[in-house]
Structure formats: structure tokens, C-alpha cells
């Protein structure tokens, strides 16, 4: 690569950077760098990535991260510690509460600046914060509200002497039967 021509170096790092776009996006990109290359005469940046291996995203363009190490390590401990009821990390909040939007909120108040909502999206997916997200508040099997114990069809139905005419209950041996 080093014993080509800066204009054949330029072709050849463009055609890897466009090659696997769709025929608008391949367009438009070989408009802009041709354009770049001609007005300042030296090859952009981002095809200069090419060789490194880096085709797109946040590190191609050259911007920053958009949330810093310290708030990414901050948020995965408030994740994960607030899912757990014996943790002195955090403190402990109910699955029903435990959403991103929240922990946005808290970070912003603790770090007391601005962070970006989708990249806290982000991060907890590429992170796999799911599990500690929709984690259980208690490991028990949580009873079931409106339920009662199983009895037997004909003690239900006999309340305090009545006779019903017109209503019949199938019993154990397949015959239809009024209540007593």
C-alpha cells in the first residue's frame, strides 16, 4: 500500500469504503470524499480508517463516545445493585420501577450534567442488563391474587338449605345432578 500513488492509495481506500453500501449511500459518499480529496488534496480521515478496518460508527466520523467510562461503569452498578434486595450499592427498586428512563434520570441528577437517553439504551443492550431489568423482586413463587383453594363442586354450591330446580352439576360418575 505504501509504494502506490496518493491519488491510487485514494481510489483504493475509497472503493473499501463504499463497496458494501447500497447504490444511493455509495453515491452520495463517493461524491463527498472525491469532493474533500480534491479541495484539500490530502485523503480524509475516515477512508485513512480503512485500513485500520473501521468502516462506520461514532470512531469513523472521529466524535467522541457519547457516554464516558465512568458513567457506563456507574450505570451498570446501579443496574445490577438495585435488582438486588441485599445490596448496599444502590437502593433496591421494584421491577415495576426499574427502567431506563429512571436510572436516566438518577445519573443525570447524580453526575449533574446531560446524558444521551439512546445511548443508555444502548449501553444496557450491549451489556445485556435485560436479566437485572426484569429481574423478579423475590425469588418465592408469588402467590396468585383472586384465588381460592380447590373444593369439591357440591359444597360450593349448598348454601343454607335452598334448592335450585333448574340447575344441574355433572358429578364424578358423569350424571347430571341438582345441588341438595
Not at 83 to 106: C, E, L, M
Request: charge should be positive; include cysteine.
Amino acid at each position: 500500500m505504501e509504494n502506490l500513488s496518493i491519488d491510487e492509495r485514494f481510489y483504493l481506500l475509497l472503493h473499501k469504503k463504499i463497496m458494501n453500501k447500497t447504490s444511493t449511500a455509495k453515491r452520495r459518499a463517493k461524491k463527498y470524499y472525491k469532493d474533500q480529496y480534491k479541495k484539500t488534496g490530502i485523503i480524509p480521515a475516515p477512508l485513512l480508517l480503512v485500513e485500520k478496518g473501521i468502516m462506520d460508527g461514532r470512531k469513523c466520523s472521529g466524535r467522541p463516545r457519547s457516554i464516558d467510562e465512568q458513567t457506563k461503569r456507574r450505570f451498570i452498578e446501579m443496574v445490577k445493585a438495585s435488582s438486588d434486595p441485599s445490596s448496599q450499592g444502590f437502593i433496591f427498586i421494584t421491577q415495576k420501577a426499574r427502567t431506563i428512563k429512571n436510572y436516566h434520570y438518577w445519573l443525570e441528577q447524580e453526575l449533574g450534567r446531560a446524558i444521551n437517553l439512546a445511548a443508555l439504551r444502548r449501553c444496557a443492550k450491549r451489556e445485556d442488563l435485560k436479566f437485572y431489568l426484569e429481574k423478579q423482586d423475590f425469588e418465592g413463587d408469588v402467590p396468585v391474587k383472586n384465588t381460592f383453594k380447590p373444593e369439591p363442586v357440591f359444597d360450593l354450591v349448598q348454601m343454607d338449605g335452598c334448592q335450585f330446580r333448574y340447575f344441574k352439576i355433572k358429578d364424578d360418575n358423569g350424571n347430571w345432578q341438582k345441588p341438595q
